[in-house]
């Protein structure tokens, strides 16, 4: 059974390049860490929806394979991120992501 | 004699004098007093051990990194037996000259004050351009602490600047010498930093001036010259008294055993033709240096620009290029360590009692403190250069030989002994005569101890300016094998 | 059946732009499901259904749910959403945006050329097994260090946090 | 002959004892040694002449060490005794002795400096080691040793009185300015030692004569270079300044080295090189030019003067000058023979000076002084003995010396009517200066009480030296002919128009003297009273304006340089370095400033800077 479609390749590109800045605008604009890290997560979708599309158009595996090790990067960053979530709204009870700069300039 | 256990016996007795001092908070300065003793008197015995006409009274090779051809070649020849001597001798002073003065961690201030000379010992007696290379740094480091933990008010600054000059100067060295090592193993396929060998080097003549400018400019700068001059009054004014004594009487003088050795011996030719540059630099030194010593207001700022001036002698002496100048060149080295070593220990002794080096605050001193003001006077009149003073036949000797040379310099560089009497007496003016500066109280004259080394340096002089015979033939030897043309 | 993808494709723009403008944690994070649900159909109707799986097991499943655990343990009630509106002035997005726009616009314009088509041939499961744990070994294992050494941090932040939530408790 | 070196060895030793027991002795111990030192080497120095002289007054050197052996150059320490060193022996010692027990007196209550009696004799014996040296020494670099020990010495006792900024400044006026003078020299010895190789003086004269023609450029350079060294040690124009402010020191130390000695020592240089002189007319011409216009300046300076210390420190300068110009025209021994006899004239008129000085409790203001001959007899006696030796009245020793000098001046080919005319001027106005000062300190009204408290230790030297200036002339000085090219002092016909001008010119001064300044006793300085005599006046009080112009030219522009540029420009390319990182530091702080979402928006804008370039490489 083949439900592949053959899709105009660009259009997926566009697809994903939207998303990715989407994702981007996001990580800009936000100051709440859990959006920026969603936004991230969207950025990182995008780039999966990318390799997974060039790898559909010669029919090779390659695509889906770098898919899947962002998609362990996505899972370690989450973790990690959220750890670190936990601990800054624990120690500066905010979630602005710049509440824990020291930095003078 | 052998060398390496010297070096390393300096650096070991440092280890123990910082050890020591859990012992007792004066352990340190006895071990590091002891040390600097033992040191002279081996020295001395070697001089004395062997007959006239040595060429080397010592050589030592031991394996190092035998893949790059760098070994433990240390060779002690005249000149650096001389330079040697004057080390130990002069470590002795730098100890006693901060007998009371430090009053807080003792024993890394030893520790810091013989490492210092154990690499000063290694440098007056490196024949392996790597090991001269490293115990190059290994002196700057110590002396970096010195200035900048016991230091006085603005001791970071001046710690930071010594260390940035001597320091960029020293990596223009280190890539000569590279860069030296590897024209050679192109020309012969064998990789060496075998002084005697890289000697014999055949290079480029345009390659032999760029890294004999490589050299010239590293040395130049822990000299000082003009116009790498500025940090020495940072670094000497800012300098516990010890540091200002190993600093003057030894520091510099590693600059001017390295343009006789490396910047001269290494690249003859090139230096021949850089002779008038170095000359006027000399000459420009000597002038500057004077004019400047002048204009301060600081005690040790005006000594510190009185060696510059002094300095310059030796660049000038130098880059003559005939025998009498060399020679003029070595024993101002001599000389000079002792009286401008008199003169900082002089000037910390002063801050020590007036808390304070500026000479306004000073005045009249003679009648407070008689023994100093007669102690200043005797070291002034020997930086002034008043024959039968061992200043007097280095600058003259210097002189005469740089006249065979290039006589406009000469004229210009003689201008700098009347300005040397303007800043010399200027100073003497202003801290021992004249009324006595109602400011300063009763002031504690120079004890037992104080007296004893001033007396030994006197001694030194005068023993170098009526009969400097013994220091001239131990560096004739080296200065013949220079090439030096006699006259 | 092309339109399907058209759908998805628009699901999942509109989805991850409530994510990204969202004020509600909770609601922007029901919005990212909906977005990577979306791009699950998409690799479906690409021909790679085990990315597809993939996406909507551990995106979807694994990763978004801990975020939604994190959210549950913030407490982030309505206070937030009014500290949220605080946060996002409309001024702020314009900068970005002015980044963000000629960015897309570039990149589209790098990427299109001659249209080509996707070649709507399946991958399975099976050939992107053999690939994996063939040529691709050891990145694979090297993913599994990255993840391990994930776990270790995400203990050690996490345990702490908890820990000092249990003594104040 | 084997002595010779005691002589300067007592001074040098009584030196090493004062100075090395800092000033812990008791008074008359260190009167003993200082004096003492002197008078050994005085007795010594009679011995050796006795036994040159009997020895047919050959030359003789004893050799001491070799001093430093570098290549060819090989200075020897060698003490060389010949007429003209012993005649400076004599004098050194001889003088210095008499100088040394009048300070034993002098100096005994000293309230300045009561700590400072050792340390004054340790100085004074340190000078005499060091002018002996000067004159006994065989080579240059001795010579040169001995030149720059006197100068210092002289500044040490300039300084003397350290309290006094002023004394202090005065100082170190004179070293510098010597030094000066010194620079030349040693620029001099430099050149002798390229040209001839050597620089031992007998060697060097010898090669000289043999290696330049007469005329030759060379030893023009180098006679002018030691005229520059001369003028700078025997105050001759332009570096004439220092000598009267040297007055500050204690009179025995201007009478000593003042008057009597290290002043004179640029004479004996010239006298001692002649043969470079000889071989070069122009320098010798020169050297008399300098005399002349010395002499000359300094006579109207001398006339106006209020000091009376500053008074004889211009008379000093203006003969020295007669010594120079006679240098210069060839009167070889009659200059030598015009230093012995101003030595002990001179030396004379300051210590009969310091008596003056002393009865008045330190006051040197002629104006302040006035009728004290009957209350000071013997510094009255001695002033007016040495004062008519100065004036060189017939049959004084002055009268000898100067008169040899100008009838040889008046016999030179090149200038010597103008040479002639110069000196007799300048005799007239010795005559007339002597007056004034004679007339000011001892007659008219008493101004100031007196108090004699001389003793035998200053008034025996007094009565000595008064011998010494009345009869000193009757040495005839043959000791020299055999050194000095000219054969000793050239016989002239005393009753020829010139001679008998040359002789009058004294008497002139003093009548003239008598009529101007003693008719109102001594009441007014004026000249008259004039505005344009009243500038004159100052101009000449002023020593010609050369102290104001030195300050402008030299000393104040070094000054404001020196205090311009106290923190060293060159420093400042170094702090633009280090200023510029920190600026850099500053600038670069202010992005790196902690929020996450600017460091994102830099990623992205790099992002898209990277992708437009690559685009812009693609399509381009």
Same mark, same amino acid.
């Given at each position: 059974m083949?439900f592949?479609l053959?899709?105009?390749?660009? #259009?997926?590109?566009?697809?994903a390049?939207?998303?990715f800045?989407i994702?981007?605008?996001?990580v800009?604009?936000r100051r ?11 950025m990182m979708?995008?780039?999966g929806?990318?390799f997974v599309a060039a790898?559909a ?6 695509g889906?394979?770098?898919f ?9 960053e989450?973790?990690?991120?959220l750890?670190?979530?936990?601990q800054?709204?624990?120690r ?7 509440s824990?700069?020291?930095? #003078?300039? | 004699?052998?060398?390496?256990a010297?070096?390393m016996g300096?650096? =070991?007795?440092?280890?123990v ?5 859990r012992?007792?908070a ?6 590091s007093?002891?040390?600097f ?5 081996y020295?001395s015995?070697a ?13 030592q090779v031991l ?7 760098i070994q433990?070649?240390?060779?002690l ?12 001798f ?6 006693v000259?901060?007998w ?18 154990a690499g ?5 007696s490196?024949?392996d351009?790597?090991?001269?290379f490293?115990f190059?740094e290994v002196?700057l480091?110590?002396?970096?602490f010195l200035?900048?933990?016991w230091g006085?008010e603005?001791?970071?600054y001046?710690a930071t600047?010594?260390f940035?000059f001597t320091?960029?100067?020293g ?6 010498i ?13 990789i060496?930093?075998?002084y005697f060998?890289?000697?014999? =080097?055949?290079?480029d003549?345009?390659v032999?001036?760029w ?5 010239f400019?590293a040395?130049i700068t822990?000299l ?5 001059h500025?940090w020495l009054?940072?670094a000497?004014?800012q300098a ?5 004594v190993i600093?003057?009487g030894i ?7 390295g ?9 003859p ?9 170095g &000359?006027?630099l000399?000459a420009?030194?000597i002038?500057?240096g004077?004019?400047?010593a ?6 040790k700022r ?6 510059v001036?002094h300095?310059?002698f030796?660049l000038?002496?130098?880059y003559a290029?005939?025998e009498?100048a060399m ?10 360590g ?8 002089m000037?910390?002794a002063?801050?020590q ?5 500026e000479?306004?605050k000073?005045g009249g001193?003679?009648?407070?403190a008689p ?6 006077l ?6 002034v ?10 600058e003259?000797l210097?002189l005469l ?6 006589v ?10 009347v300005?040397?009497?303007v800043?010399g007496?200027?100073?003497?003016q202003r ?7 109602p400011d ?7 004890? =037992?101890?104080? &007296?004893t080394?001033m ?5 030194g002089l005068?023993?170098?300016g009526?009969?400097p015979?013994?220091?001239l033939?131990?560096?004739a ?9 006699g006259? | 059946m ?6 998805a ?5 509109a989805s991850?732009v409530?994510v990204?403008t969202g004020?509600n944690a ?15 159909v998409?690799f479906?109707l ?8 993939l996406e909507?097991v551990v995106?979807a ?9 994190v959210?549950m343990m913030?407490n982030?009630?309505?206070g937030?959403?009014?500290r949220e ?5 409309p001024s702020?997005?314009i900068l ?7 960015l897309?616009l570039?990149l ?5 050329g001659?249209p080509?088509?996707?070649a709507?041939?399946m991958?399975?499961p099976?050939?992107?097994g053999t ?5 691709y070994?050891l990145a ?6 990255l ?6 941090g ?5 345990r702490?946090?908890?820990s000092?939530r249990?003594e104040e408790? | 002959?084997?002595?010779?070196w ?7 030793l009584g ?12 008074k008359i111990?260190v ?7 002197i008078?050994?080497?005085a007795i ?5 002449g006795?036994?040159f002289a ?6 003789q050197?004893?050799?001491l060490w070799?001093w430093m052996r570098?290549?060819? /150059?090989?200075?020897?320490?060698r ?5 003209l060193a012993?005649?400076?022996?004599g004098?050194?010692?001889g003088v210095?002795?008499l100088i040394h ?13 009561p700590?400072?009696?050792s ?12 002018m002996l040296?000067?004159?006994l ?5 001795v010579?040169?040793?001995g030149w720059?020990?006197? @100068?210092?010495c ?13 004394n202090?400044?005065?100082a170190r006026k004179?070293?510098?300015?010597t ?5 030349f020299?040693?620029?001099?010895l430099?050149?002798l030692f ?7 003086i007998?060697?060097?004269?010898a090669?000289?004569n ?10 023009t350079?180098?006679?002018?270079l030691?005229?520059?060294?001369a003028m ?15 007055m ?7 009478a000593?080295?003042?008057a009597?000695?290290?002043?004179t020592a640029?004479v004996?240089?010239i006298?001692r ?8 007319p122009?320098?010798?011409f020169?050297v008399?030019?300098?005399g ?5 300046i300094s ?13 004889l420190?211009?008379s000093t300068m ?5 010594m120079?110009?006679?240098l210069?025209?060839?009167?070889w021994s009659?200059?030598?023979f015009?230093?012995?006899t ?7 008129l ?6 003056v ?5 330190h006051?040197?203001d002629m104006f302040k002084?006035?009728?004290?001959w009957r209350?000071?007899?013997?510094p009255f006696?001695?002033m007016?003995?040495?004062s008519i ?6 049959l004084t020793s002055g009268f000898?010396s100067?008169d040899?000098?100008?009838?040889t001046a008046?016999?030179?080919p090149a200038a010597?009517m103008?040479?002639?005319? @110069?000196?007799?001027m300048?005799?007239f106005?010795?005559?007339l200066?002597?007056?004034r000062m004679?007339l000011l300190?001892?007659? @008219?009204e008493?101004k100031t009480?007196?108090?004699?408290s001389s003793?035998?230790?200053?008034n025996?030297?007094?009565v ?12 005839g000085l043959d000791?020299?002919?055999g050194?000095?090219p000219d054969g ?5 016909d005393?009753?020829?128009p ?7 010119m004294p008497?002139l001064?003093?009548l003239?003297g008598w ?5 109102s006793?001594g009441g007014?300085?004026?000249l008259?009273?004039?505005e344009f005599?009243?500038?004159?006046r ?6 010609w304006? /050369?102290d ?8 104040a522009p ?9 923190n060293?420009?060159?420093d400042l390319?170094?702090?633009?370095a280090a ?8 600038v ?5 400033? @902690?929020?996450?979402r600017w460091?994102?928006?830099n990623?992205?804008l790099?992002l898209?800077?990277? /992708? ?6 693609a399509l381009?």
């Amino acid at each position: 059974m083949n439900f592949a479609l053959s899709i105009p390749l660009e #259009h997926v590109f566009v697809l994903a390049v939207a998303l990715f800045c989407i994702g981007l605008t996001g990580v800009l604009v936000r100051r709440n860490v859990m959006f920026v890290l969603m936004s991230l997560e969207v950025m990182m979708n995008a780039c999966g929806l990318a390799f997974v599309a060039a790898g559909a158009r010669w029919a090779q595996a390659d695509g889906q394979i770098m898919f899947m090790f962002i998609l362990a990067l996505a899972a370690a960053e989450v973790a990690v991120a959220l750890g670190i979530v936990l601990q800054l709204s624990r120690r500066f009870d905010s979630l602005d992501v710049d509440s824990a700069n020291e930095m #003078h300039s | 004699m052998n060398i390496f256990a010297l070096i390393m016996g300096l650096f =070991a007795a440092g280890i123990v004098a910082a050890a020591s001092e859990r012992v007792h908070a004066h352990a340190p300065r006895w071990i590091s007093l002891i040390a600097f003793v033992v040191a002279l008197i081996y020295t001395s015995s070697a001089w004395l051990g062997a007959g006239s006409g040595t060429e080397e009274y010592a050589r030592q090779v031991l394996p190092w990194i035998p893949q790059f051809g760098i070994q433990v070649f240390l060779v002690l020849d005249g000149l650096s037996l001389m330079l040697v001597a004057l080390t130990a001798f002069l470590g002795i002073i730098a100890v006693v000259s901060s007998w009371s003065e430090i009053s807080e961690r003792h024993g890394f201030f030893q520790f810091n004050i013989l490492w210092v000379m154990a690499g000063v010992v290694g440098v007056f007696s490196a024949f392996d351009l790597f090991l001269f290379f490293f115990f190059w740094e290994v002196m700057l480091i110590p002396m970096y602490f010195l200035i900048a933990i016991w230091g006085h008010e603005n001791r970071s600054y001046a710690a930071t600047k010594f260390f940035l000059f001597t320091q960029i100067s020293g990596l223009l060295m280190l890539f000569a010498i590279l860069s030296l090592v590897y024209f050679n193993y192109q020309a012969t396929g064998v990789i060496t930093f075998n002084y005697f060998e890289l000697r014999n =080097a055949s290079l480029d003549p345009d390659v032999a001036w760029w890294l004999m400018l490589g050299f010239f400019v590293a040395f130049i700068t822990k000299l000082p010259s003009v116009p790498v001059h500025t940090w020495l009054p940072d670094a000497h004014t800012q300098a516990p008294t010890a540091g200002s004594v190993i600093l003057a009487g030894i520091l510099l003088k590693t600059g001017g055993y390295g343009v006789i050795r490396f910047a001269v011996g290494l690249f003859p030719e090139a230096s021949q033709d850089f002779a008038t540059v170095g &000359m006027l630099l000399g000459a420009l030194s000597i002038v500057y240096g004077g004019y400047m010593a002048y204009s301060q207001s600081d005690f040790k700022r005006l000594v510190a620009y009185s060696s510059v001036a002094h300095m310059g002698f030796i660049l000038l002496g130098v880059y003559a290029f005939n025998e009498i100048a060399m020679q003029g060149a070595v024993v101002t080295m001599v000389a000079h360590g002792f009286s401008t070593a008199a003169l900082f220990m002089m000037a910390g002794a002063l801050q020590q009692r007036l808390h304070s080096r500026e000479l306004s605050k000073m005045g009249g001193l003679w009648v407070l403190a008689p023994r100093m003001g007669a102690m200043t006077l005797f070291f002034v009149v020997a930086s002034v250069g008043m024959p039968g003073l061992g200043n007097f036949v280095g600058e003259f000797l210097a002189l005469l030989g740089a006249f065979q040379a290039h006589v406009p310099l000469t004229i210009a560089a003689t201008i700098g002994i009347v300005v040397a009497a303007v800043y010399g007496l200027s100073l003497m003016q202003r801290a021992f005569q004249g009324v006595p500066n109602p400011d300063v109280g009763e002031i504690e004259d120079f004890g =037992a101890r104080e &007296m004893t080394v001033m007396i030994l340096m006197m001694i030194g002089l005068v023993w170098l300016g009526v009969y400097p015979q013994l220091v001239l033939d131990l560096s004739a030897p080296v200065i013949t094998s220079l090439g030096v043309a006699g006259l | 059946m092309e339109s399907l993808f058209y759908i998805a494709a628009v699901t999942a723009l509109a989805s991850t732009v409530l994510v990204v403008t969202g004020k509600n944690a909770s609601h922007a994070l029901i919005y990212l499901i909906v977005s990577l649900l979306s791009v699950a159909v998409i690799f479906f109707l690409l021909g790679a259904p085990f990315a597809a799986a993939l996406e909507v097991v551990v995106y979807a499943g694994a990763i978004v749910v801990l975020f939604l655990f994190v959210v549950m343990m913030l407490n982030l009630g309505k206070g937030s959403v009014a500290r949220e509106s605080a946060w996002l002035r409309p001024s702020m997005w314009i900068l970005p945006c002015l980044l963000t726009v000629p960015l897309f616009l570039g990149l589209v314009y790098a990427l299109s050329g001659e249209p080509i088509q996707t070649a709507g041939a399946m991958v399975g499961p099976k050939t992107v097994g053999t690939q994996l744990f063939g040529p691709y070994l050891l990145a694979v294992e090297l993913a599994g260090i990255l993840l391990l050494a994930a776990l270790v941090g995400a203990y050690h932040l996490g345990r702490r946090y908890m820990s000092e939530r249990r003594e104040e408790m | 002959m084997g002595v010779l070196w005691l002589i300067p060895t007592f001074p040098l030793l009584g030196f090493l004892v004062l100075f090395l027991s800092q000033g812990k002795l008791p008074k008359i111990v260190v009167a003993i040694v200082g004096a003492g030192s002197i008078g050994l080497s005085a007795i010594v120095a009679v011995v050796v002449g006795k036994a040159f002289a009997d020895a047919g007054a050959e030359p003789q050197s004893q050799l001491l060490w070799t001093w430093m052996r570098v290549g060819e /150059f090989v200075p020897e320490i060698r003490l060389y005794l010949d007429g003209l060193a012993l005649v400076m022996t004599g004098v050194i010692t001889g003088v210095g002795f008499l100088i040394h027990v009048y300070a034993t007196g002098y100096m005994w209550d000293d309230h300045e400096e009561p700590e400072g009696f050792s340390r004054f004799f340790a100085y004074m014996n340190l000078f005499v080691f060091a002018m002996l040296m000067l004159v006994l020494g065989d080579n240059l670099l001795v010579l040169f040793l001995g030149w720059e020990g006197v @100068g210092l010495c002289s500044y040490l006792l300039i300084g003397f009185y350290h309290r006094d900024p002023n004394n202090g400044y005065a100082a170190r006026k004179a070293f510098v300015v010597t030094r000066v003078g010194d620079t030349f020299m040693a620029l001099g010895l430099f050149l002798l030692f390229r040209e001839l190789g050597t620089t031992e003086i007998q060697a060097s004269l010898a090669a000289a004569n043999i290696a330049w023609p007469e005329g030759s450029t060379m030893a023009t350079v180098i006679g002018l270079l030691f005229l520059g060294g001369a003028m700078g040690k025997s105050a001759q124009v332009p570096l004439q300044t220092w000598l009267p402010d040297a007055m500050a020191g204690p009179t025995p130390v201007s009478a000593l080295i003042h008057a009597a000695t290290m002043v004179t020592a640029g004479v004996y240089l010239i006298a001692r090189m002649h043969d470079i002189y000889i071989i070069s007319p122009e320098a010798q011409f020169w050297v008399a030019v300098t005399g002349l216009v010395t002499l000359f300046i300094s006579s109207f300076t001398a006339l106006v003067q209020t000091d009376i210390k500053r008074v004889l420190a211009f008379s000093t300068m203006s003969q020295i000058g007669y010594m120079i110009m006679a240098l210069g025209v060839g009167a070889w021994s009659a200059a030598v023979f015009h230093l012995m006899t101003h030595a002990f004239f001179k030396a004379l008129l300051f210590l009969a000076s310091g008596s003056v000085i002393l009865a008045l409790h330190h006051e040197q203001d002629m104006f302040k002084m006035g009728g004290l001959w009957r209350k000071l007899p013997i510094p009255f006696v001695s002033m007016l003995v040495g004062s008519i030796a100065l004036a060189a009245l017939p049959l004084t020793s002055g009268f000898f010396s100067k008169d040899a000098i100008m009838l040889t001046a008046a016999e030179n080919p090149a200038a010597g009517m103008v040479f002639w005319g @110069g000196a007799a001027m300048a005799a007239f106005m010795t005559a007339l200066y002597t007056t004034r000062m004679i007339l000011l300190t001892f007659f @008219g009204e008493a101004k100031t009480a007196a108090h004699d408290s001389s003793g035998w230790n200053m008034n025996a030297p007094l009565v000595i030296l008064c011998g010494l200036a009345l009869g000193g002339g009757w040495f005839g000085l043959d000791i020299v002919s055999g050194v000095l090219p000219d054969g000793g002092i050239t016989m002239h016909d005393h009753f020829s128009p010139i001679a008998l001008v040359t002789m009058a010119m004294p008497l002139l001064g003093i009548l003239t003297g008598w009529f101007v300044f003693g008719s109102s006793r001594g009441g007014s300085t004026q000249l008259p009273g004039t505005e344009f005599a009243e500038n004159v006046r100052r101009f000449w009080y002023s020593g010609w304006g /050369f102290d104001w112009l030195y300050d402008r030219a030299v000393v104040a522009p070094f000054v404001a340089l020196a205090r311009m540029n106290k923190n060293d420009f060159v420093d400042l390319v170094f702090k633009l370095a280090a200023s510029t990182t920190r600026g850099v530091h500053h600038v670069l702080a202010v992005i790196q400033n @902690g929020r996450l979402r600017w460091y994102a928006w830099n990623m992205a804008l790099g992002l898209v800077f990277v /992708f437009v370039v690559v685009m812009w490489e693609a399509l381009g």
